[in-house]
């Protein structure tokens, strides 16, 4: 754990001391502003932040692979992933601590856009149970993402083709449980479970089903799993 948390903390430092970050976080706080207010010009605007959810998950296709595409495309374009392999450092601890990095990020993100509800508390009367189970879903949903960015920066050691991969991966898996509607039969149900919309639809209604929480949980341990044997085959090389 000691090796995870000083991981961690490095990657923390550069992310709170990188302008990129602080511009990718300028641009999601000025999208997820106009889908939170995108209603509210509405003759009976609701208190709820339904679009927000919407549209912070569509944004996280493209925010994760951004978070995430230097971890470790970096680390291999500079040549200090050999010294990080050949170190008292565990493969696996690697992928973990710089994963806990983009998520603390990832969460500090999240955190800002609390000052939504507390416009909704103030001048409305907002149900809070959708609202808590919105933002569970949002983050299981960012930890999905952000696994998916990790692995594609493992891949390469440019960081645009990283992104650009885990975009299309995350764009797939978006619009997976779409297909459901045009194909029928037993096919249907498959597309439909295997996409993040369907299971993340019903935390936005205020519905927190225990076989989406898992769903997430299992997509965020696959794809870490999958990240720490791509990152062991370079021993190999």
């Known amino acids: 754990m000691r090796t995870i948390r000083a991981v961690a903390f490095k990657e923390i430092q550069v992310y709170f001391s990188s302008p990129v970050a602080y511009i990718v976080a300028l641009i999601f706080m000025a999208l997820s502003g106009v889908l939170f207010v995108r209603d509210l010009g509405n003759p009976f605007p609701e208190a709820s932040m339904s679009n927000f959810f919407q549209g912070a998950a569509f944004l996280f296709v493209f925010l994760a692979p951004v978070l995430t595409m230097r971890l470790l495309s970096e680390e291999q374009k500079l040549g200090t992933i050999e010294l990080l392999l050949t170190s008292p450092v565990r493969d696996w601890e690697v992928i973990i601590g710089k994963y806990l990095a983009s ?135």
């Open 103 to 237: 998520l603390v990020f990832l969460l500090f993100l999240l955190a800002l856009t609390s000052y939504y509800v507390i416009l909704l508390v103030v001048f409305a009367s907002p149900d809070p149970g959708p609202i808590y189970s919105g933002y569970l879903g949002l983050v299981l949903y960012g930890m999905a993402a952000l696994a998916v960015g990790i692995l594609t920066s493992t891949l390469t050691s440019n960081q645009i083709i990283a992104a650009v991969v885990g975009i299309g991966i995350l764009i797939v898996l978006y619009a997976t449980a779409s297909i459901s509607d045009v194909v029928t039969g037993g096919w249907a149900n498959v597309f439909n479970q295997l996409g993040f919309t369907s299971h993340f639809n019903d935390f936005d209604s205020g519905i927190i089903d225990s076989a989406h929480i898992v769903y997430f949980l299992t997509v965020t341990a696959l794809f870490l799993f999958l990240s720490i044997r791509t990152l062991e085959s370079r021993r190999w090389r």
